[in-house]
Structures are given as structure tokens and as C-alpha cells.
């Protein structure tokens, strides 16, 4: 049976580094306050004109060096974003196009921080169903254009970047084994954007009352999120008759460093086995994980033959996992 094996990784961030201390400057804050309930010191902001295929593109060309493969090879391309360039076309299209990759078809996901899980289980799907043998996965955001820089409870833990990832189809036991979705519409208020879709389309109003920016109800995502994730990643375990301690690495949505720390302690991992990079770059959505993976990759923090799991929660509400024998 053809497997997806992910054979190279690459991550872009803009140069701009924000500090905890310049956002002392903008908002009633503190960098204590920051660190100590997100574990955030700073994160990077796209430059003016900066979109987030330019940051995919950056990421693209590090993961197709990484896989010793040319743009012009590639099958698909699939895009995890919630802030593209444009609502049409797919930023997917834009990178396609400035990749040259004029083979490959292309379409963007919209499942927030969960995102880059779930397009990397739809080329999973391909890659298995033998209709493509190539397919480079994207998570991009340029989430500091949906930031309201006045409100303190959101504009701390977000940033920008890209990460990417080529699959390619394996006939051996490594790749991706077990890609887990899952979504509860019925929390679609906890994370959300209110307006500039069709349900509230754009007036002076809508700009006036800020409501084009990211609204989240913290307290209660934390909560959620914290017992969906364990319950996540221990169901995989099982579906492979894996415990905690066979995992080399986990990899999770860099969005706090306490979700981040409680999900370990619940399935028994100390820190040093969980990737953790949020205190660099914040929360980016969808191009958290890939960023972390590529970073965990090129660092030999994952090497042949390790079972890692990739897992996510995010708006939607949207959460993921992957377990990987890399």
C-alpha cells in the first residue's frame, strides 16, 4: 500500500522581530504578564506589501531543496491559510504560479491552527488513492493584518510565518500512518472573525467597530482545548497499539505554552520529547507545526524510524492529529 512520506521541510519568517517590550508600548501589558501565561518572549511581522504567498513561496523553495525536488515535478498544491492574499483566487493559485509548478493543481484549507493537519491529510489521501505523487503542503499566515493592535487579550500571541512540507508517495513502512479530523461547529464563536464574509459584508461600519480583526474568547478555548487534545492523541496511540513512551517527539500547535505543557503532563511526556518554539515566533496558525517540524528536522530532534505525532486545535472549532513514522 503507497504511503506518504514526508521527504523535505522548510519554514520562512519575516525579519521583524516584536518584543513582548514594544508591545508594552501599544497596549496595557506587560512582558512579564506575557511570558508567564503564554511563554511568548516575541514574534515576527510581515514587512508593508508582504502577503502570505511571499511567505509561502520562501517556505516552498526551503522544502523542495530539502526534497531535492524541482517546482516543475509537483502534482498539487495545497495551502493551509485563514489570512490569504485575496478572498479569490486560492493563495494556493498565487504560490502555483510564482513556483512556476505548472503541473500541479492547487486549493486552498481554511481550518485555522488545525489547518496545515488537515491539508496534510487531503494529500494524504491523494498520495494513497495513486492520483498524485508529489504534493506540497503550505501553512502561511500573515496574521498580524487580522490583529486589532488595541486589544491587549489577542494581539500578544500572534505572529507570522510560513512552513512547508513535499510528500511524496512511498511503497515502505515509513510516512504518515493515521491522520485524525475532527470539528464541533457549534463553538464557532470562541474563535472567530465577524465581519467581510457574506454574512457581514464590508461597510464603514463593520471597519468603524473593528470587526474585521480576530475575536477569541480565551478562558474558554483554553479549556477545551486542553481536554480534546489529550483525548486526541491517546486515541491514536491506541489505534496502533503505541503507548506515550513510544513517541520520539511530539509536535503540537505552538498557541501556549500552558495547553502546551498540560497536554504533556496528562499523557505522561516530559518536555524534553515535545517540540517548543512559541516563545520565538507565537501563535501563527496554521504555519505553526510546520514551522516546528522543520525546525525539529533540521536540528536532529527527529531522526529515521521515530514515531512522532503532529496534533492541532484551532478555530472552528477545528482539532487534528498525525502520527508519523518518519
Known amino acids: 500500500m503507497l504511503k506518504a512520506r514526508i521527504t523535505g521541510t522548510g519554514l520562512y519568517v519575516p525579519k521583524k522581530v516584536l518584543t513582548n517590550f514594544d508591545i508594552e508600548k501599544m497596549v496595557d501589558t506587560s512582558d512579564e504578564w506575557i511570558r508567564e501565561r503564554t511563554g511568548i518572549r516575541e514574534r515576527r511581522i510581515a514587512e508593508e506589501g508582504e502577503a502570505a504567498s511571499d511567505l509561502a513561496l520562501m517556505a516552498a ?16 498544491i495545497i495551502v493551509a491559510t485563514v489570512s490569504g492574499d485575496m478572498p479569490l483566487p486560492s493563495t494556493a493559485c498565487i504560490l502555483q504560479h510564482k513556483l512556476g509548478a505548472k503541473k500541479a493543481a492547487a486549493f ?22 495513486g492520483t498524485h505523487e508529489r504534493v506540497l503542503v503550505v501553512g502561511a499566515e500573515v496574521l498580524s493584518r487580522i490583529t486589532d493592535w488595541t486589544d491587549r487579550s489577542t494581539c500578544v500571541l500572534l505572529g507570522d510565518g510560513a512552513g512547508a512540507a513535499v510528500l511524496e508517495a512511498d511503497k515502505g513502512d515509513r510516512g504518515i500512518l493515521s491522520v485524525k479530523l475532527n470539528a464541533d461547529g457549534s463553538m464557532w464563536d470562541l474563535l472567530h472573525i465577524p465581519a467581510g464574509g ?10 468603524k467597530k ?11 478555548t483554553f479549556k477545551v482545548a486542553v481536554r480534546t487534545l489529550e483525548k486526541l492523541v491517546l486515541s491514536t496511540l491506541k489505534e496502533h497499539r503505541l503507548e506515550p513512551e513510544d513517541i520520539a517527539l511530539l509536535i503540537p500547535h505552538q498557541a501556549n505554552h500552558r495547553i502546551i505543557s498540560a497536554t504533556a503532563k496528562r499523557l505522561g511526556l516530559g518536555l524534553d520529547r515535545v517540540m517548543i518554539n512559541l516563545d520565538r515566533y507565537g501563535n501563527t496558525s ?10 525539529a528536522v ?12 503532529l496534533e492541532a486545535f484551532g478555530g ?11
Open 61 to 76: 523553495h526551503e522544502a523542495l531543496k530539502s526534497a531535492g525536488l524541482k517546482a516543475r515535478k509537483l502534482d498539487l
Open 108 to 129: 486552498d484549507v481554511n481550518a485555522a491552527c488545525s489547518g496545515f493537519i488537515y491539508a496534510l491529510s487531503a494529500a494524504d489521501a491523494f498520495i494513497r488513492a
Open 210 to 220: 473593528r470587526l474585521h480583526y480576530m475575536k477569541m474568547r480565551g478562558n474558554e
Open 316 to 326: 472552528g472549532l477545528t482539532w487534528a492529529s498525525a502520527l508519523i513514522k518518519w
Open 198 to 207: 457574506s454574512r457581514m459584508p464590508a461597510t464603514e461600519e463593520t471597519v
Open 298 to 309: 533540521r536540528s536532529g530532534r527527529v531522526r529515521k524510524g521515530d514515531y512522532i505525532i
Open 286 to 295: 496554521a504555519a505553526s507545526i510546520p514551522i516546528a517540524l522543520d525546525e
